[in-house]
């Protein structure tokens, strides 16, 4: 059974920085990708970073753009997302998700693993 753990969360100043962690257990993800989600309170969840594990690509929100920066240990099986120069409208619980296909890395619904959530909160 696939597990996915996220940790690192926790609250910043504006213009501060976090690392998020995710580790998985119970399957490789060697023909798909991990990346992260959003979801602020009374929001849809978003998508904010992933990377695909077969081609190395990255894709990112625009809102994220320059700021942030999601990376892989394919031996650890594990993907980061380092958060600098972070604003207020960032806060949010980051999930972290995972597929087993190359396509439609920018839409939840096409992911087949879920995190638990990480809450990260900035303040003004």
């Known amino acids: 059974q696939v597990q996915l753990v996220e940790s690192g969360g926790g609250s910043v100043q504006a213009g501060g920085s976090l690392r998020l962690s995710c580790v998985a257990s119970g399957g490789t993800f060697n023909s798909g990708a991990m990346g992260w989600f959003r979801q602020a309170s009374g929001k849809e969840r978003e998508f904010v970073a992933t990377i695909s594990w077969s081609a190395g690509s990255t894709y990112y929100a625009d809102s994220v753009k320059g700021r942030f920066t999601i990376s892989s240990d394919y031996a650890k099986n594990t993907v980061s997302l380092q958060m600098n120069s972070l604003k207020p409208e960032d806060t949010a619980v980051y999930y972290c998700?995972?597929?087993?296909?190359?396509?439609?890395?920018?839409?939840?619904?096409?992911?087949?693993?879920w995190g638990q959530g990480t809450q990260v909160t900035v303040s003004s």
């Open positions: 998700a995972a597929k087993n296909m190359d396509w439609g890395l920018l839409s939840a619904k096409r992911y087949d693993y």
